[in-house]
């Protein structure tokens, strides 16, 4: 079976893995610090956090902002439920921005109708869907004239830059972004993520947030007589400064981390290649085109989703996606609206406000692509897809 996505992991990234395992620590110890200075460089930020997946990192970063509890915050409907399940988590409320067509990143235009109609907004959460930035210059022009906080969610884009060149993760744009490590991404810990920031204070509170909200050895002790022994400060000695969580990564996950970023550029090179060699290969097909009618070169290109008129052919998705499966090809779906699921239902949202989110459900499926994906495989997928659509 060729699935939609895989991970790519190397003897090499294996062996540090078992040297790690066998010889080193396990967990709280110097791999993480490495692997979270290593993600900084290369996106171009100050700091990185790492933290047990995406969502905790989501998390984290929407209570480090502090926001008064009854706070709305913007973003996307087309997303996992992880982007807006952390908002509530958090104790603030998501608000959704229908999608633009072109991109199915948040539709920046009904932004800031939004804000001005409503005083309680309070920050945006822009989604980098399958790994295609934001616009996110006019998201941070909007938000600095309203006095709105921004968070990232790049779990899909890692390796994606901005218009400018910058790394998606760098911050330009935002107080903190978040990547995520899950198998099919773009670099892979088994399970994992990271915040990153340009802010000092946010750094700090994320550092104590991610570990029960204690200060251990690094920063200064509120309770200077139970934290001293005349001058010597106790070693033994910890502070739990706020509510936090146990977020933390481990050391074996770090060191797979850190082995696989060195190979990110790869992976990404591999991506678009494989990405081009789609969109070239259905230009000729009347009811199918790629999903994201834009540009593809700053993007990680996490998935490849296109849409298919499926209405005009006379065959259901779920019967095109088995007919693929029994031709040993897998495919997805990203996403289901997150306003569609009965949870979201019972919490009185509107789908008379999401029409493109919807429209893109309706036709959306997603194709194989990962950095392991051979030529052979691809050719595959291609053959027998079009063949189907074909004898539609």
Same mark, same amino acid.
């Given at each position: 079976?060729?699935?939609?996505?895989?991970?790519?992991?190397?003897?090499?990234?294996?062996?540090?893995?078992?040297?790690?395992?066998?010889?080193?620590?396990?967990?709280?110890?110097?791999?993480i610090e490495i692997f979270e200075k290593q993600v900084a460089k290369y996106v171009?930020?100050?700091?990185?956090?790492?933290?047990?997946?995406?969502?905790?990192?989501?998390?984290?970063?929407?209570?480090?902002?502090?926001?008064?509890?009854?706070?709305?915050?913007?973003?996307?409907?087309?997303?996992?439920?992880?982007?807006?399940?952390?908002?509530?988590?958090?104790?603030?409320?998501?608000?959704?921005?229908?999608?633009?067509?072109?991109?199915?990143?948040?539709?920046?235009?009904?932004?800031?109708?939004?804000?001005?109609?409503?005083?309680?907004?309070?920050?945006?959460?822009?989604?980098?869907?399958?790994?295609l930035a934001c616009d996110m210059k006019r998201i941070h022009e909007i938000a600095?004239?309203?006095?709105?906080?921004?968070?990232?969610?790049?779990?899909?884009?890692?390796?994606?830059?901005?218009?400018?060149?910058?790394?998606?993760?760098?911050?330009?744009?935002?107080?903190?972004?978040?990547?995520?490590?899950?198998?099919?991404?773009?670099?892979?810990?088994?399970?994992?993520?990271?915040?990153?920031?340009?802010?000092?204070?946010?750094?700090?509170?994320?550092?104590?947030?991610?570990?029960?909200?204690?200060?251990?050895?690094?920063?200064?002790? =509120?309770?200077?007589?139970?934290?001293?022994? &005349? +001058?010597?400060?106790? %070693?033994?000695?910890?502070?739990?400064?706020? /509510? $936090?969580?146990?977020?933390?990564?481990?050391?074996?996950?770090?060191?797979?981390?850190?082995?696989?970023?060195?190979?990110?550029?790869?992976?990404?090179?591999?991506?678009?290649?494989?990405?081009?060699?789609?969109?070239?290969?259905?230009?000729?097909?009347?009811?199918?085109?790629?999903? =994201?009618?834009?540009?593809?070169?700053?993007? &990680? +290109?996490?998935?490849? %989703?296109?849409?298919?008129?499926?209405?005009? /052919? $006379?065959?259901?998705?779920?019967?095109?996606?088995?007919?693929?499966?029994?031709?040993?090809?897998?495919?997805?779906?990203?996403?289901?609206?997150?306003?569609?699921?009965?949870?979201?239902?019972?919490?009185?949202?509107?789908?008379?406000?999401?029409?493109?989110?919807?429209?893109?459900?309706?036709?959306?499926?997603?194709?194989?692509?990962?950095?392991?994906?051979?030529?052979?495989?691809?050719?595959?997928?291609?053959?027998?897809?079009?063949?189907?659509?074909?004898?539609?």
């Open positions: 079976m060729i699935p939609y996505g895989k991970h790519n992991i190397t003897w090499g990234d294996a062996l540090r893995v078992l040297w790690q395992v066998r010889f080193r620590s396990l967990t709280q110890g110097e791999q171009g930020a100050n700091y990185a956090v790492a933290v047990s997946s995406a969502t905790a990192g989501l998390h984290l970063a929407a209570i480090a902002l502090h926001l008064p509890q009854d706070s709305k915050v913007l973003t996307s409907p087309i997303s996992f439920v992880a982007s807006s399940n952390s908002l509530l988590y958090a104790g603030y409320k998501p608000e959704f921005i229908d999608i633009d067509n072109k991109t199915l990143n948040m539709n920046i235009d009904l932004v800031e109708s939004k804000i001005l109609n409503d005083n309680k907004i309070r920050a945006i959460l822009p989604v980098h869907f399958a790994g600095t004239r309203q006095g709105l906080r921004i968070i990232e969610d790049a779990a899909h884009a890692l390796g994606a830059s901005y218009e400018n060149g910058r790394k998606v993760g760098s911050c330009q744009y935002s107080d903190m972004t978040v990547l995520s490590f899950h198998p099919v991404k773009s670099i892979t810990t088994g399970e994992g993520g990271m915040i990153t920031t340009n802010d000092y204070n946010l750094y700090k509170s994320l550092l104590r947030l991610r570990s029960h909200g204690i200060n251990k050895l690094d920063d200064e002790f =509120q309770n200077p007589i139970l934290s001293r022994t &005349a +001058n010597l400060v106790n %070693p033994w000695y910890y502070e739990m400064i706020e /509510l $936090g969580f146990n977020y933390r990564i481990t050391e074996i996950q770090a060191v797979l981390g850190t082995s696989q970023l060195k190979r990110l550029d790869k992976f990404m090179s591999r991506r678009k290649k494989r990405v081009k060699k789609y969109v070239t290969s259905f230009q000729a097909l009347q009811n199918l085109r790629p999903a =994201q009618c834009c540009e593809f070169t700053n993007s &990680a +290109n996490h998935i490849f %989703p296109v849409r298919i008129d499926f209405a005009t /052919l $006379g065959i259901s998705r779920a019967e095109l996606m088995a007919a693929l499966r029994l031709k040993r090809v897998g495919t997805q779906v990203h996403y289901i609206p997150i306003p569609l699921q009965p949870y979201y239902q019972s919490l009185g949202y509107e789908l008379s406000e999401i029409p493109e989110a919807l429209s893109y459900y309706e036709e959306a499926l997603t194709l194989p692509l990962f950095p392991g994906l051979r030529r052979s495989e691809q050719k595959k997928v291609i053959i027998e897809l079009s063949r189907l659509l074909k004898a539609r």
